[in-house]
């Protein structure tokens, strides 16, 4: 057990002083309930020869400064434990957070997103009750049993013999429990993460859901996820139910030993009434710690259960970093010239997308990218800002391979407008500003008119300060183009790339948006790619991908002098415009 609560080692030593003064509190207030009894029995005894009104009061303030300073004790354990694991979960949040931030892409295609939340919130939360109540209740429990253990052998070495036979039955039963709570309880976590992905899948894929009309269906199946987790439930509160009741069996039975062995102690004259009242009130200090050895179990098993869980996403090593970066240079001029040199890329263990590629783009040039669906664009793009990692030295910028750039230096310099865009469920105004947190009102309107959105924005009620809801579902899918071409726009980034980024807007807005952009592109390296020989055709250089390779580079004059795909495309798009407006 205590080899899985390795990884919480770091935190622990953090806050040894927290857990230092916790259990200096937990020593003392355990040492004043062991002499709780001692007083009770002294006063029995010490009435036995003679009942006075002094005597009762001076017995009654002893039992109350003990209570006084046992409660100021209480408080201060309690506080200081807890506190320490609220801590501890707070940091481990923070930690886990950062860690899965670090992440690239690739990451969150392996790994579902209800299961990463579910680790986050249901296993956080069980990893605090171990450092919290756990650890509390079990060091009280040790504390006071091995102070009470000399004062009760003291009384009776007899009586205590007796009534700690029946506890190595009490400890076995824990081991035995223990086991199949902590096997029980890490299914308990698996199926919960299963249930909190398909609600997460379902929450964000509502609408395809409604328009396939699969409500019923997608209800059906998450109810019998559900009634899995319930069974699997009820498996672990079985067996929690079974080891309560047997706990508080032996500890029963502890108690019938001592009073009959104790009775007999006493009419032996081998012991006081007075110290026989005092073993018994031990016994009965030692009720809730038994007790509670069965919660603190139960704690135990989850936590370290959940640790190892917690653990797996803590130790995940992001597959992209900074292990390259060349420090002495990082701080050079960022010009923008990007050259691919004999690029060949594929994805895990699949085969390449991208064949032999090289690129030249002058810092300050344009470049379009066309070509067919599933050509590798998108793919080669994501290279640039390293969302997935090259080959070494197959991609430079200013000369420089892409590795020795620092992630944050790189990713500064690029404003990324992906195919797929992302909207956060915030303002417009905070939106376009992502990448900009310090941006003016200016800055931001003006990003806005380059993007072609300003006016639009400007006809909802609050303006820039309108809520877009979840992935910006409140916006149309041109909107969401354009919000995103905004924040690009407004970090000034040296290289703008802009992933199909009209593939949503109309013809006449894609070219209001490209009669804006070229006042930004000036200047800047700019990467686009389109499916539209309009939006291609004023760029410095056309490159056109078919299946992973290049087939054709050059101008729109070149390239349609060559008669080849790029020809053909521009006359299917020429005849496509010509049939619209004749209709």
């Known amino acids: ?50 009942l006075t009104e002094q005597k009762i009061l001076h017995h009654a303030l002893r039992l109350l400064v003990l209570a006084l300073l046992s409660a100021i004790f209480l408080y201060t354990m309690r506080q200081v434990i807890i506190g320490a694991s609220r801590e501890i979960e707070f940091d481990l949040r923070n930690d886990l957070f950062a860690n899965l931030e670090r992440q690239p892409a690739s990451f969150y295609h392996t790994h579902r ?11 956080l939360n069980a990893v605090r009750q171990l450092l919290g109540p756990a650890i509390m209740y079990s060091a009280n429990t040790i504390v006071f049993t091995v102070a009470a253990l000399p004062f009760m052998y003291k009384i009776s070495p007899k009586l205590t013999f007796f009534a700690f036979v029946p506890l190595p039955l009490a400890s076995v039963l824990v081991q035995y429990f223990g086991n199949r709570i902590h096997t029980r309880f890490e299914r308990i976590q698996a199926m919960f993460s299963d249930i ?38 009820l498996h672990l509160v079985r067996l929690m139910a079974m080891l309560w009741p047997t706990l508080e069996f032996v500890l029963g039975l502890s108690l019938m030993i001592t009073l009959l062995v104790g009775g007999h102690e006493v009419v032996a004259h081998r012991i006081s009434v007075g110290q026989f009242t005092s073993f018994n009130v031990y016994m009965v200090q030692l009720t809730w710690p038994m007790i509670a050895v069965g919660w603190v179990v139960n704690l135990f098993q989850r936590g370290t259960a959940s640790v190892v869980r917690i653990d797996e996403l803590l130790t995940q090593k992001p597959a992209i970093d900074d292990a390259e970066v060349d420090h002495k240079t990082s701080e050079e001029p960022f010009n923008g010239t990007i050259e691919l040199r004999h690029l060949t890329f594929s994805y895990a263990e699949g085969s390449p997308v991208l064949h032999d590629v090289n690129l030249s783009i002058p810092a300050g040039s344009s470049l379009a990218i066309v070509g067919p669906t599933g050509s590798g664009k998108s793919t080669l793009v994501g290279l ?11 991609i430079l910028i200013d000369g420089r391979p892409i590795r020795k750039f620092r992630l944050e230096e790189l990713r500064k310099n690029i404003g990324f407008v992906p195919q797929e865009t992302f909207l956060f469920s915030d303002t417009i105004r905070q939106n376009i500003a992502f990448g900009q947190p310090e941006a003016t009102d200016a800055e931001i309107q003006d990003a806005a008119v380059v993007a072609h959105i300003r006016t639009e924005i400007l006809e909802f009620p609050k303006g820039f300060d309108t809520m877009v809801g979840e992935r910006g579902v409140t916006l149309s899918g041109g909107q969401k183009q354009r919000s995103a071409i905004a924040r690009a726009v407004i970090r000034d980034p040296r290289i703008l790339i802009l992933d ?27 990467i686009f790619i389109s499916h539209r020989i309009s939006t291609a055709r004023n760029a410095d250089q056309i490159a056109v991908l078919v299946e992973g390779r290049i087939a054709e580079l050059g101008t729109h004059d070149e390239l349609i002098a060559r008669k080849g795909y790029y020809t053909s495309l521009y006359e299917k798009q020429r005849l496509e415009e010509e049939l619209a407006v004749a209709q």
């Open 1 to 50: 057990m205590f080899k899985r609560l390795r990884p919480l080692a770091p935190y622990l030593k953090r806050y040894w002083k927290s857990l230092a003064w916790g259990a200096a509190a937990t020593i003392l207030y355990n040492v004043l309930k062991v002499l709780l009894p001692l007083v009770i029995g002294h006063a029995i005894d010490d009435m036995q020869h003679g």
């Open 113 to 123: 997103t209800g299961d990463i939340m579910a680790r986050t919130t249901n296993d």
């Open 500 to 526: 199909d980024a009209l593939a949503s807007v109309d013809t006449y807005t894609e070219e209001q948006i490209l009669s804006g952009l070229r006042r930004v592109m000036q200047g800047r390296t700019t």
């Open 196 to 233: 909190s992905a398909k609600a997460q899948e379902n929450f964000s894929g509502a609408r395809l859901i409604r328009a396939f009309a699969q409500e019923e269906a997608e209800i059906a199946s998450f109810e019998t996820a559900n009634q899995e987790y319930i069974k699997r439930s």
């Open 384 to 394: 640039i800002p390293r969302l997935h990692d090259a080959p070494p030295g197959s």
